[in-house]
Each structure stands twice: as C-alpha cells, then as structure tokens.
C-alpha cells in the first residue's frame, strides 16, 4: 500500500485552524504531511500556536507530494509572504501540470492567483480584501460557497469551511 503524502506551504502568521485542521485531518486518513515556510525554526501562526518547521519551500520536491495545501491568514501574514516566493508559484504551477490535487482557503488562493493558475477555474476564497477581484481580474470565476471543487482544486472561504473543506479535500485524494 502507497502512503501519500502532503505539503503544507505557509509563514508566520498564519490561520492557525486553517493549517492544523488540515493537518490532523490528513493525519487522521493515514496521510504523511509536512511543512514548509520560507525558513526553518519555529513561525507562529495569528491566534498563538507555533509550529517548528524543518523544511523551508525551497527544498520542497513537488514530485514527492501527492497534495498541496495552502493555507490562509491574514492579508499581510502568511498569504501575502507565500504568494511572492518564486518557488512557491513553481511548486503550484507543478501540481496543475500533473493535476494533482490542490486544497487552498481563504487568503491561500492568492498563491494560485500570483501563478497564473486560476484562469477559467472556479473556485472560492476570503469574500473581502480583495480576494474575489483578484480571482476575477485573473480570470478565475469567483463562487462565494463554502467549498468549491473543480477539477484537482478544492478552495473555501474561511475556517467556519473548515468540515466541508477537509472533507472535500480527503475526497480528492482518495480518487
């Protein structure tokens, strides 16, 4: 039996139940999961919990992962960090090439969006600070629903998602 396998991609300041639900989720269906943010050490996430992290992004094999997961945060936390990382964008633009499946919430989809990845895709995210108009000016088709599926993507808006997301999620990877 093949074990798959997860990356996360943050920073500080991220949305603590959009990365540790996630994660016990995946962890729970038998998933190995890491973590990668731009360096190693400890980064905190917007509501208090830490998370030690041994990978940075530019280490990050796509080719060794099965799911992507980008997380939220605020809008000058972790989203706004991840989305301008180079390596980021390449590690995304691979999991579409491959169409391997993609989980992204709230702020997350702006990684996708920096990308280029959106373009004729439907899917969701944060319904303020500018997240629907960037999807749209990207040429995304924005969907205020908990939980969009399109393909190998899978987006929500915001951590009250959260079942429907990681349900989905698990859904996808298990086609």
């Known amino acids: 039996m093949t074990i798959l396998k997860a990356i996360i991609l943050t920073a500080n300041e991220f949305e603590d139940m959009e990365l540790f639900f996630p994660y016990f989720r995946l962890l729970e269906e038998g998933v190995e999961v890491e ?46 960090t991840v989305r301008k990382i180079k390596k980021a964008q390449e590690i995304a633009k691979s999991f579409f090439a491959k169409n ?53 993507l899978v987006t929500s808006r915001w951590p009250m998602d959260l079942p429907a997301f990681t349900r989905e999620m698990i859904n996808l990877i298990k086609k």
Not at 43 to 51: F, M, P, V
Not at 119 to 124: C, D, I
């Open 35 to 80: 973590v990668a943010a731009p360096q190693k050490g400890v980064i905190h996430g917007e509501h208090g919990y830490s998370l030690k992290i041994s990978k940075t992004i530019d280490e990050v094999d796509p080719d060794q992962y099965d799911l992507l997961v980008v997380p939220g945060g605020f809008p000058d936390g972790a989203p706004a």
């Open 100 to 152: 391997k499946p993609v989980a992204s919430i709230c702020h997350g989809p702006w990684l996708l969006v920096s990308a280029d990845l959106v373009r004729g895709r439907h899917l969701t995210g944060f319904w303020h600070d500018g997240v629907p108009e960037e999807i749209q000016a990207a040429g995304g088709i924005y969907q205020d629903k908990e939980v969009v599926v399109d393909g190998n």
